[in-house]
Each structure stands twice: as structure tokens, then as C-alpha cells.
């Protein structure tokens, strides 16, 4: 069973920054895509940023050059760097992994659907 547990989340002033955790457990599928979504009251849950295994990386055009996905191995830990935040981006913050999916699944429409693997989620509030 594959457990996803996020952290980092908190409240920052606009233009600052935040650095998402992911721990995953006991994943061992050769072939995967671990992403970051985000769902803001009243709004659908959205694609962030994917990582697969490959190394391939996607971003939703609303946070690219802002947010940095990256996945360190070794911890089995993955990451979002948050930067020059906005209020706009006041969500609660969830990872998800699936097998043998490439990383444009996370930004593709409706793509959490393809995700099975998901965090409770670590919530994130930017003030202006």
C-alpha cells in the first residue's frame, strides 16, 4: 500500500516562498509520474507541476518560472519549490503518484483522475 504524506505548507506574505514535502512509501513501480495538485474553495483541483520517471517535468502555465517540481530518490521524497508567491495560489496543496503515466497527465484535462496515490494534503495561504 502506498502512503503519500505532505508537509510545508503555511502562510506567507505575496512575493515570498515555500518549499512543499512529499514522503512516499513503498512505491515500486518502474515506471511513474508524481505530481502536485491544488484545489482552492470553490474551485476544481488542478495539475501544478509532474515529475516521471523519465525526468520529465511539466508545469501549469500558471506557476511556470515560479515553481520548481523535483524528486529526490534517495529520501523518496518529493518536492515543490514555491517561489514569488501569489495570492491567487491560496490552496491546499496534494501530491499524487500513479504507475506508468507520463508527467503531462498532471496538467492534462481532468488528469487527477488518473491518479489513484493521493496525500491528505498540506494547505497553503498567501496574503497580498
Known amino acids: 500500500q502506498v502512503h503519500l504524506a505532505e508537509s510545508g505548507g503555511g502562510s506567507v506574505q505575496a512575493g515570498g516562498s515555500l518549499r512543499l514535502s512529499c514522503t512516499i512509501s513503498e512505491y515500486t513501480y518502474s515506471s511513474y509520474c508524481m505530481g502536485w495538485f491544488r484545489q482552492a474553495p470553490g474551485k476544481e483541483r488542478e495539475g501544478v507541476a509532474g515529475?516521471?520517471?523519465?525526468?520529465?517535468?511539466v508545469y501549469a502555465d500558471s506557476v511556470k518560472g515560479r515553481f520548481t517540481i523535483s524528486l529526490d530518490n534517495a529520501k523518496n521524497t518529493l518536492y515543490l519549490q514555491m517561489n514569488s508567491l501569489k495570492p491567487e495560489d491560496t490552496a491546499m496543496y496534494y501530491c499524487?503518484?500513479?504507475?506508468?503515466?507520463?508527467?503531462?497527465?498532471?496538467?492534462?484535462?481532468?488528469?487527477?483522475?488518473?491518479?489513484?496515490?493521493w496525500g491528505k494534503g498540506t494547505l497553503v495561504t498567501i496574503s497580498s
Open positions: 515529475i516521471d520517471s523519465d525526468g520529465s517535468t
Open positions: 499524487a503518484a500513479e504507475g506508468f503515466r507520463p508527467a503531462s497527465m498532471v496538467v492534462a484535462v481532468n488528469g487527477r483522475n488518473g491518479f489513484g496515490y
